[in-house]
């Protein structure tokens, strides 16, 4: 089954024959609809304005996606494409607390510089229903096998039982651990502004971001 076959098949398209298009299509698609989640959010999102950045028919939308629903969905699996296979492998590989607290940042630290309008797009919709959005994330992690954030509770309990963490409760830890991880991009241009001190683009910041938090989360979770 090709690429364009799997993605009617998930937004349930009929294999009539599309309008013209390249076979970059769906890409083009996917990559203007990021940027427009992104600034306008779900509810304010417009097809119209996507087609028009993807340089497509406003009927190929709708062809290869069916629906705005389907598109943010689909944009939200391309983002948790590139994160969940490096957490399910550091997951396998993080046998203690401190194993896990030294290969979370570099993930995360990278995948939010790195894809900034991923982080918006969430955080947008966190703001605007965090209900919907956080029950939308929860699903689509749980698509994968093992799930991240399962895999993580599981971990953490167990180490809480064995006196491995100082937090006792995994929740409390994860909420401890999650902002510092994903809104640096988001903070960062704030404390550059108070501090009078340009940072974020010197080729040193990412390895010294990651080195810090490290640092932070172990003295934080570690007894």
């Known amino acids: 089954m090709n690429k364009k076959e799997i993605i009617m098949k998930k937004n349930k398209i009929s294999p009539s024959s599309p309008p013209s298009s390249s ?16 600034t306008h959010g ?23 996606f069916s629906s705005k629903e389907n598109l943010f969905q689909e944009v939200m699996r391309q983002a948790l494409s590139i994160v969940v296979p490096q957490l399910q492998q550091a997951l396998s590989k993080a046998q203690k607390p401190k194993d896990l607290l030294e290969l979370l940042p570099p993930i995360y630290t990278q995948f939010t510089f790195q894809h900034p309008d991923y982080i918006r797009m969430i955080i947008l919709e966190l703001v605007r229903e965090p209900q919907v959005m956080a029950q939308m994330m929860a699903e689509a992690f749980n ?13 953490l309990k167990k180490w809480e039982t064995q006196g491995l963490l100082k937090e006792s409760d ?14 640096t991009p988001i903070i960062a241009p704030v404390v550059e502004a108070l501090f009078q001190e340009k940072f974020i683009d010197s080729p040193q910041f990412l390895q010294q971001r990651v ?4 640092k932070f989360l172990k003295h934080g979770a570690l007894p």
Request: proline residues 11%.
């Open 23 to 38: 076979p970059s299509s769906p890409q083009r698609i996917l990559h203007a609809a990021l940027k427009e989640f992104a």
């Open 42 to 64: 779900r509810e304010g999102a417009r097809m119209a304005r996507i087609a028009m950045q993807a340089k497509v028919n406003k009927a190929l939308l709708f062809y290869y």
């Open 143 to 155: 698509s994968y096998q093992p799930s991240p954030p399962l895999e993580i509770k599981k971990k």
């Open 170 to 183: 995994p929740a409390q830890l994860a909420l401890n651990l999650l902002p510092p991880l994903l809104f």
């Open 211 to 214: 080195a810090s938090l490290i």
